[in-house]
C-alpha cells in the first residue's frame, strides 16, 4: 500500500512561487498515477493537475495552466507541483493523489480515488 505525504506549503505573496511535493512509500510508485488535488476553505476538493505514471503525459486544470507544472521522479518516489505566478484565489489546502486510473478519471472522478496524502496548506497574500 502507498502511503503518500506531502509538503512544501507555505505562506507566498501574491506572484511568488512554492513547490509542493509528495512523497511516496512503496516499491511499485511508477505504477500509480498522481494527482494534485485543492480545497479552498467553504468549497469542495477540486482537480489541479495528474501526471502518468511515467510522466510522459500530463494535464492541468485551465485556471492554472501556464503558471502550475506537475512533474515526477520515480528513482525519488516523489511528484512535485511547481506553483509560479501565484494568486489569492490559489489559497487552498493540496493535497497528492495516487491511484492505478487513467489521467482522465484522476483528473474528473476524484471520489474514486483511494490513496491520499494529509495535504499542505498554501496561502496566497494580495
Known amino acids: 500500500q502507498v502511503q503518500l505525504v506531502e509538503s512544501g506549503g507555505g505562506l507566498v505573496q501574491a506572484g511568488g512561487s512554492l513547490r509542493l511535493s509528495c512523497a511516496a512509500s512503496g516499491r511499485t510508485f511508477s505504477t500509480y498515477t498522481m494527482g494534485w488535488f485543492r480545497q479552498a476553505p467553504g468549497k469542495e476538493r477540486e482537480f489541479v493537475a495528474t501526471?502518468?505514471?511515467?510522466?510522459?503525459?500530463?494535464y492541468v486544470q485551465d485556471s492554472v495552466k501556464g503558471r502550475f507544472t506537475i512533474s515526477r521522479d520515480n528513482a525519488k518516489n516523489t511528484v512535485y507541483l511547481q506553483m509560479n505566478s501565484l494568486k489569492p484565489e490559489d489559497t487552498a489546502v493540496y493535497y497528492c493523489a495516487a491511484d492505478r486510473v487513467t489521467t482522465g478519471t484522476m483528473a474528473t472522478n476524484l471520489r474514486k480515488l483511494e490513496l491520499w496524502g494529509q495535504g499542505t496548506l498554501v496561502t496566497v497574500s494580495s
Open positions: 501526471i502518468t505514471g511515467s510522466g510522459a503525459r500530463t
